[in-house]
């Protein structure tokens, strides 16, 4: 069998049609779309239709789409934007949930004089409730992602984001993990901010955009005109483009791809539960269709993912970006989960290209490395 590919939370693969249609344009369309030039003009017309396609796939307007290199920009971008360091109002805190990225973290750390740490339940999920106690009057931004990237536990980022609304408190969103896997509509959504990144819904790498309602947002990125001021550097037009298309594509088609995609993960999830000293994490919670985190008594979970990737399967023992491996996860231990069984931690995330095969193969894949890395302790 050829290899499997099971860390879609980590980056997809870029749909073929995307990447045939990116590498065809990237010989015609090689102008500065900020040049006044018919070069320079086609550009231009490309990212404005890049930007139109990405906005009537979300719900919103052109102008309140930035492009951006990816999450990590986005994420920074928002904190930034809405920290002490470009607002006067006197306010130096931000609350977000305990189990962010740490592109919004770091940015909270970086940006904010107080982090006030939202606390989320043994389900993996934060509440309304502790929301509205992690906020202080002297809260100026709040931040609560959409979809958490490893045990996939979507967040009730609407009831949040409304409590906000109605504080006053602008809200931002790391949507990364779910644009593109759940449906994301913008104008019934009461976020401020949106961010969003190509690589994780089949399009290109380095690319993303951050959505800011009213289209109004300080700059992070200094330097040109280019984005109405906002966002200094020559676009990348081409990107852009592939980004859209990856995205009128999966939300084309993101039904479909989460009723299988869903099926698939149960299978795994049954299979993979009947393995002895299997925790299945955030199991009946309310999560995306294709994330599936599993840790296992007595087990390294970067032995593990070594020992299935010689086998021919791609999985991971918790997020790419994460520092020491041996460190166990933030997120599940800020869930209650003991920092040695975090460390067993496994995390398969599906995608629409994956089979029924792939998955059986993988089941007994992982119940085999499981028993050989206890026997090698
Ligand atoms: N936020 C979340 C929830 C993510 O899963 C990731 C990537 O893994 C990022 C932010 C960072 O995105 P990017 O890789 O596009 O910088």
Redesign the pocket.
Known sequence: MDRIYLDN???TRIYDEVASEMFALSKEYYGNPSSSHSEGARAAALLSEARGIVAECLNCEEDEIFFT???????NWALYALSPAVKSDGKRRIAVSAV?????LRAAEKYYENVDIIKCGSDGRVTVSAAEEAITPDTAAVSV?????ETGALQPVDGIAGFCREKGIPFHT????AVGRVPVDLQKLKVDML?A????FHGP????FLYVRGGRIAPLMVGGTQQNGKRAGTQDCIAAYGAALALRKSVKELIGTSDRVTVLRELAERGISRIEGAHIVCAGTERLPGILNVCFDGVQGESLAALLDIAGVAASSG???RGKQSDPSRALTAMGIAPELARGELRISFSGFNTREETEYAVAAIERAVIKTRQIK
Request: aromatic share 2%; net charge negative.
């Open positions: 939370a980590a980056t290199s990816g999450g990590t920009e986005s994420d962010e990225h740490a592109a919004v992602m959409f979809a958490n990237n790391d949507a990364v993990q961010s990144s190509a690589h994780k790498k380095g690319t993303g997020p790419a970006c």
